[in-house]
Structure formats: C-alpha cells, structure tokens
C-alpha cells in the first residue's frame, strides 16, 4: 500500500474529554493484517503543500488498543498535545474522515518474550494503557497468567478510560486487578500518587495475594519516561532484569516509552 493515498475512514470518536480521544479507523480497499497485542500503526495527514507527485505526510506512531481478533477496525487510545504536530487535526476529525493509516503493524512490546502462567504486572501513565487493552482484549480467559494487575496512572480522575471494562473483567475474574492511581486529586476516591508508591511495603501482596517475586513475575512498563526510569530502578533493586533478546533473554523488565 502506498503512502500517496488516503487509505482510512474514521468510524467511531468518543470523546472523553476535551484532551482525550479513542479513535476507530477502518481500512479502505486492504484488510488488517494479523498482528500482535502490544504493536502499533502509523497513522498521518498529508499536509497542505503535499502533491501526489510529492506527497508530504504528517504521520506518528500510536499503539493499538483493539484486540487483532476485531477486523472491521483498528482503535487507538490518543490525548490531545495542544502544541502538537499532528493530534490537534485528529482531534478536529470526524466520522466519516479519512486519513492514511498504515497497513503494516509493527512494534516488539509483545507478550512473546514470557512464558505462560507467569504474574504479569502491566503498569502505564495515561494513554500508554492501550497496548494493555488490546493484550487483556485477546488473552483474557485463555490461559495465559496467573495473576494480571494493570496499574494506570494519571493526573486526575477524568483521565481514566476504560475503566467499566477493565472493572468488568476483575468482577469476573479475582486473578485479575485494576489499580488507578490519580497524582493531582486527592479527594478523587481512590489511590493516590504516582505508580511506584503502590509497591512500597505491602501493599502488592495485600492486594495481589502474592509477593511482587521475579521468579514468577515479569513487568511492562508503558508511558512516561520517567516512570519508566524510576520503576526500572526500583525493580532491579529487587532482583529484576530488564529484557534484552540476545543480551538478557531471561530478563523479566519489559518497556516501551512514549516519548
């Protein structure tokens, strides 16, 4: 599929807030490959000046947060950089919109690298919870964990998303937990704090019901890159390892930055 062409039309748009979007774009004239949860497009508008004989496309990466089982559509979680390139024009889009959106899915933030049964401790700041969507979409009730805790941390309540789903699927299955975490709201009802502060002293264990252990566990880390650097050396400082394919395969440390 060539880059020249508008490839993709916009068929859902929820708006959360005025910053925070979930998208769905359906392909027009290919079909969505099979893909892993975990991986990502591109998606991008041709800029003003772009001619078909010099096409100039604004495109960006963004994590997929449907589950490669759905085929109509791929969804994607997005927030609005008022400063931005590109989210402000996807922001100002409608159904009914088009825009190319590549058709090969890529990206190595995949569960492939850890075996079967083990803890998976899946941790994001704001949209970097979409890959965790599209994992627990897919994987959900196959077998694949033991334990599966998603931590998503925020700035304030109204940042959440898929909370009724991801609130769904603990009610049906107590193996797995969905900690919310608000950092400038206190009186918002729930926990508290940046994501670190819920693996300090007990508070895993007590809600988990076994201890965070890297013989059992492996973590993603999706989002901030901060968080990602202070949660990586707070887990090496307990036994962890990030994963490397050749250097450290047995690594149990998994991320994928933001930014």
């Known amino acids: 599929m060539s880059e020249k062409q508008i490839n993709a039309v916009m068929v859902e748009k929820q708006v959360l807030h005025d910053h925070l979007f979930v998208f769905k774009f359906k392909p027009e004239g290919w079909t969505i490959p099979d893909f892993k949860p975990g991986q990502f497009s591109s998606l991008g508008i041709f800029k003003p000046d772009s001619t078909p004989e010099k096409p100039k496309l604004l495109r960006r990466a963004y994590s997929i947060a449907s589950s490669p089982k759905e085929k109509a559509a791929l969804e994607f979680y997005i927030t609005l950089v008022d400063e931005g390139a590109l989210t402000p024009k996807l922001a100002a889009m409608n159904v009914g919109d088009r825009l190319w959106m590549d058709p090969q899915l890529d990206g190595h933030f995949t569960l492939d690298p850890i075996p079967p049964g083990r803890d998976l401790v899946l941790i994001s700041t ?36 898929y909370v009724d789903e991801l609130n769904r699927a603990c009610a049906e299955d107590p193996n797995i937990h969905f900690i919310p975490m608000v950092t400038r709201e206190p009186n918002w009802g729930g926990r508290c704090g940046r994501v670190n502060s819920f693996f300090e002293g007990d508070e895993y264990q007590k809600v988990v019901g076994v201890p965070l252990d890297p013989a059992t566990t492996h973590v993603l880390l999706c989002g901030n890159p901060d968080m990602i650097d202070s949660m990586q050396k707070f887990l090496e400082e307990r036994g962890f390892r990030e994963y490397h394919q050749r250097k450290s395969p047995d690594g149990n440390v998994h991320f994928e930055r933001y930014w």
Do not use: C, F, H, Q
Request: overall charge positive; proline content about 3%; charged content about 20%.
């Open 126 to 161: 704001g949209t970097g919870l979409a890959p965790y969507i599209s994992m627990l979409r897919t994987y959900n009730k196959t077998g694949r964990w033991r334990k599966l805790v998603i931590l998503n941390g925020v700035r304030v309540a109204r940042d959440l998303a």
